[in-house]
């Protein structure tokens, strides 16, 4: 197998200048609370897409360079992708200018490309190894899914290079896929605000609650309902 850096020096980086041209749009989505409820709406109403298609390129790993050239832009893109798939941060890795003191030497050997690089696998990666005597029964997520993706800030170019295995070896659209995963970061960051505000669990697990579902525009096909209002 090459090495990733063997792989990178080999590609191309076409500028894009809308990273949701590229990238999936989020699973979730917020819909209006019907005229004719009858209950006071709280600040959220997610509902969850499921089916359509993952990404696929022509070209394997998908290789391009994206709008910016910070650290924080890279988070931009990278708050982006896990809206749909909750990516894991398996690395970091920073040569920024400075971190060497005025009286070390230059470590030898190749060149540093990139000020910085972070890395991300997807959570379906690996192999589950259950416990002798374990009682669980219910499926792993950890399927060695292949797909994973990396950005990094060229030195040479002063920009952003993406890097994106994206074939998965499961359907990340599927209900079976979402019921494995965990909550989006969105639907994780609504219920630390309803903890925040005073409301303990039974209050919290009220709202899940959902009359008026089926007044939700029957283009979206909703398998989660995120707590939505306040009894």
Known sequence: MKHAATIQRHLTFPPV???????PLPFTQQVAAPDTSSKIPNALRLVCRMGGTPPAFSDYPH???????????????VRA????????HTKTKKNLPGTIAANQSQPSGQRTEHWFKREFRCP?????????NSRKKAPSQKIDCPARFSISHHIKTNSLRV???????????SHEDMALKRRPYVVDQWLN?????????NAIEQLLRFPELSQVSSNVFCIKVYKLYIS
């Not at 992708?81 to 894991?88: H, L, V």
């Not at 379906?124 to 002798?132: D, E, F």
């Not at 295995?165 to 659209?173: E, F, L, V």
């Open 63 to 77: 290789s391009l360079t994206i709008p910016g050239n910070t650290f924080d832009d890279s988070e931009t893109f």
């Open 17 to 23: 200048s809308d990273i949701f041209d590229v990238v």
């Open 193 to 201: 605000d309803r903890v925040v505000a005073g409301l303990g669990w």
């Open 81 to 88: 992708m896990q809206a749909t798939i909750r990516w894991i």
């Open 163 to 173: 890097v994106w295995w994206w074939d998965h070896n499961h359907d990340p659209y």
């Open 124 to 132: 379906s990666s690996g192999q589950h190894i259950q416990p002798p």
